[in-house]
Structures are given as structure tokens and as C-alpha cells.
């Protein structure tokens, strides 16, 4: 069992590759950590990776029209905020879920075997009543939206089952967590204008390509307890050209943003402006920072790349920000 020291020099028991010096170990009751690290609330990179693609949505939806009294061309602000509570809720939920099926696998690899089911300081049927109360947390949030985004919400679980059980017979799980993960490119669409359009359809499959291509750099920390016990990864699948096979989907997920943006609209106040594709090419340049400095038998390199996906997303969502507050800065046409 691992075990580290808290800030009061108290011993707890933690996850292998976990941090120990994470603000919930100082905000929650002892008895209520393993909970925090079932739902990885003391690793925010995963809600965080989870709700990019909504904020981008939301930022994006409402610069498809021009900005007026009722239309400012800025994201909604409660929407952002329903997103943030829900990719907060619906990542627990998705990682206990995920844990509960895969118990037996995280047994048998060294960095997951700490983890609160395998070590057994949570209960299969206590995680279970865990799960369902996240999931209603994230229900709760999602009944806040109009009715299309709400049957769209509902029709993501699916996806979500299926996830932790496409590494026993694919090697593309990736591919399903990125189905998964980017369903909220589709989410501020909806929540915005209660349709989806080409748009929204292109930054979805931008997303799935990102998260497909960070998620391969994070499942080489595991290759080889993977290969022992038979998970199969897109990391497992590309191996030594992994480099090649990140610069093809980091450089589709650019194109399909870019499309994205196009698509909104074709004129100054009707669709986004340059910040958008100042944005989008600084991200590129992080992207292929990412690639350029990747090193595959290094688990703690993989580690940090893949959290410095967080920092692509905050370029992605400035811009497309940014472009709302460039229209609303632009003169208004002759009448």
C-alpha cells in the first residue's frame, strides 16, 4: 500500500500516481479520500481535458450570428458554469464506472493497483452508490438546458458504458474515449441554439483527434504492463512512430478546428475573426511542441505532456473568446 505524508505529518494512504500534496487531502475527512480519488478530484486535468470542448462549443455557437442587443456574440456565462459543475460530476462518474469494470486489470499494474477498489478501501457496492450520486449531480445540470441538449446528453451514456471495455477487444480505445470526451464540441451547440450544425459536427471531430492524440501519449506510461496483461492501446499500436501518428491527428484536430471556425459565418460580424486563428495556430505550436519534446519510454515526460494539454485548451477558448469581444469592438454597418 502507498503512503505518503499529509501537511500535518498524519500518514494516509494514497494512489500510485497520484499527488499527495492536492488540496482535497486538506479539504475533505479523512474517511472521504479514497472517494476523492475514486472520482480523481485530486487529478483536475481530467475534468478539466472533459470540459474544453463544451467551453470551446459555447464560446464558438453564439459567434454564428452577429452580436446584438440579444445576441452579444460572448458565451453564456451560466452556461459555463453548468459545464464546469458537470464535467466535474460526469468525469467522477466516468472514472468510478470505469474503475468498477476495470478492477481486476488495475490489480496487475503497478501504477493503478493503489487505487481505492483494488486496494479494497472502497467497496465495489459503495463505489456503486458513489457513481449514482455523481450521475445525478450531472443529471441535475443537464435538465438546466433546453430539451434537444438534454436527449443529446442522455444519448452520450452510451458511449460512456461502452468505453472501459474497448481495450479488451480493440486497439483503439482511445478512439472511444474520444468519442466520449468530445461530446461536449456538441453540447454548447445545443445548449446554445438547440441544433447542431457542420460546425459543431467539426469541432466534435476535432476533439475526438485531440483527445485520441493526448490520451496516446498518456497510455505509453503503461505499455508495458499493458502488454503483460493484455490491454491494447493506441500507444501499444503505434509504438516506436508514435511521433508520426500524433502529428497526423494533432495536425487533423487544427484542420477541423479551422473548418469549425470558417463555418460560423463568412463576414466581420458574422462568424469569428482573427483571434480565433491566432488562437488556433499558437495552439498548433503547443501541439507540436508537445510531439517534438515526447519521448516514449519516459512515463513522467508522457505524464507532463499530456497534462500541458490543459494549457492548449485555454489558447483554444481565448481565442474564440477573444473574437467575440474583436466583433463587438467592430463599428456597426450603414443601415
Known amino acids: 500500500m502507498w503512503k505518503t505524508q499529509h501537511g500535518d505529518g498524519a500518514a494516509f494512504e494514497r494512489v500510485a500516481d497520484a499527488p499527495s500534496d492536492n488540496f482535497v487531502y486538506r479539504a475533505l475527512p479523512r474517511r472521504l479520500w479514497p472517494y476523492a480519488q475514486l472520482a480523481r478530484w485530486d487529478r483536475p486535468i481530467g475534468w478539466q481535458l472533459l470540459l474544453w470542448p463544451c467551453w470551446w462549443s459555447a464560446a464558438l455557437a453564439p459567434q454564428a450570428v452577429s452580436p446584438s442587443a440579444m445576441a452579444t456574440g460572448l458565451p453564456n456565462p451560466w452556461h459555463l458554469l453548468l459545464f464546469l459543475v458537470g464535467a466535474i460530476a460526469m468525469r467522477g462518474a466516468g472514472c468510478t464506472w470505469n474503475d468498477l469494470v476495470d478492477r481486476g486489470i488495475d490489480a496487475k499494474v503497478a501504477r493503478t493497483r493503489s487505487r481505492p477498489l483494488p486496494s479494497g478501501r472502497v467497496s465495489p457496492r459503495a463505489a456503486k452508490t458513489f457513481l449514482v450520486i455523481q450521475a445525478l449531480v450531472g443529471f441535475l445540470v443537464l435538465i438546466q438546458f433546453n430539451l434537444f441538449a438534454v436527449l443529446l446528453g442522455i444519448a452520450s451514456l452510451g458511449v460512456v458504458a461502452v ?13 472511444g474515449l474520444g468519442l466520449a470526451f468530445s461530446w461536449g464540441a456538441l453540447m454548447g451547440w445545443a ?5 447542431l450544425s457542420p460546425a459543431a459536427l467539426l469541432l466534435y471531430a476535432g476533439s475526438i483527434l485531440w483527445t485520441v492524440g493526448y490520451d496516446t501519449i498518456y497510455a505509453h506510461q503503461d505499455k508495458e504492463d499493458d502488454a503483460l496483461v493484455g490491454v491494447r492501446s493506441t500507444a501499444r499500436l503505434f509504438g516506436a512512430r508514435t511521433k508520426e501518428a500524433l502529428g497526423l491527428l494533432y495536425l487533423g484536430a487544427v484542420v477541423c478546428f479551422a473548418l469549425a471556425c470558417w463555418m460560423t459565418g463568412s463576414d466581420a460580424r458574422s462568424g469569428v475573426n482573427w483571434p480565433a486563428y491566432a488562437g488556433l495556430l499558437i495552439g498548433a505550436g503547443q501541439m507540436a511542441w508537445q510531439i517534438r519534446q515526447l519521448d516514449i519510454d519516459d512515463p513522467d515526460q508522457c505524464l507532463r505532456l499530456f497534462k500541458s494539454n490543459g494549457r492548449f ?14 466583433s463587438l469592438a467592430l463599428p456597426l454597418p450603414p443601415a
Open 163 to 175: 468505453y472501459p471495455f474497448l481495450k479488451r477487444v480493440t486497439d483503439w480505445p482511445q478512439l
Open 191 to 195: 445548449a446554445y441554439w438547440g441544433a
Open 313 to 326: 485548451g485555454w489558447i483554444l477558448f481565448f481565442g474564440f473568446l477573444f473574437s467575440a469581444l474583436w
